[in-house]
């Protein structure tokens, strides 16, 4: 099977200045993912899709090939997905065949290869379509506040239940995602199909929005060794 990996990431962050390739434990941000999708036993080629020549400079010297996302499709509206299409359809130009799209995104650092390994075995064995990786959200109770109503989303506040007798719930951590290309041309989605997960560590659903948040990855990268093993 012909699985590569994208990553996609603009340059114009807002809440942290050139986020994607901030010093984080050593190393520029995005280079964390890179090297652990090099590092897999499954992917193929590593690609990163960003409007920054100066992302792309140095997601090529750690390992990645460059894909320069125009313009139209890198303002603050624009998706991820509109990103992924346009790299899938620039790779096909050069009749690369693709079967499986692994997307990583450079802001969830807290992986390793073996990760993405075990989740590509799930995506296969359980003959998906796609899949999303989570992590288990055991008794996290939630709410919304709609006009200053509150009401409870997740569980029944009248009713609360042991947590052991509680439903298994997961919340996307937004780290590993795997697709076949079809899919998210034809639903605009990375998600679709046959849905399947796979389910990660509870410390793993950190990622990197806010500049607190730095502080909290770094602090699991080192004390889970992640910094040793990609």
């Known amino acids: 099977m012909n699985i590569i990996c994208v990553i996609p990431a603009r340059g114009n962050s807002k809440e942290i200045i050139n986020k994607n390739i901030i010093n984080f434990c050593g190393k520029p941000l995005i280079a964390w993912s890179i090297e652990q999708a090099l590092a897999s036993n499954n992917i193929n080629d590593v690609y990163v899709s960003s409007d920054s020549d100066q992302i792309l400079q140095i997601s090529n010297e750690y390992g990645a090939k460059k894909i320069k996302r125009p313009d139209n499709i890198a303002g603050d509206e624009s998706t991820s997905e509109d990103a992924l299409i346009h790299a899938i359809n ?15 995104q450079g802001t969830s650092p807290l ?17 998906l379509d796609s899949l999303f990786s989570a992590c288990d959200l055991k008794d996290l109770m939630m709410w919304k506040n709609k006009e200053d109503n509150l009401t409870s989303i997740n569980y029944d506040y009248k009713n609360r239940k042991r947590r052991q007798d509680m439903q298994k719930q997961y919340g996307e951590n937004g780290s590993i995602y795997i697709f076949k ?20 560590n509870e410390w793993k659903i950190h990622e990197i929005d806010t500049k607190e948040d730095i502080g909290i990855c770094e602090y699991f990268m080192n004390k889970k060794e992640l910094v040793k093993n990609k």
């Open 111 to 127: 992986r390793s290869s073996e990760d993405i390994d075990e989740a590509i075995k799930v995506f296969i064995n359980d003959e």
């Open 181 to 200: 290309p079809n899919i998210i041309k034809q639903n605009m989605n990375r998600l679709g199909g046959k849905i399947g997960i796979y389910v990660m």
């Open 90 to 104: 620039q790779i096909e130009k050069d009749n690369e065949k693709i079967d499986l799209v692994v997307f990583l």
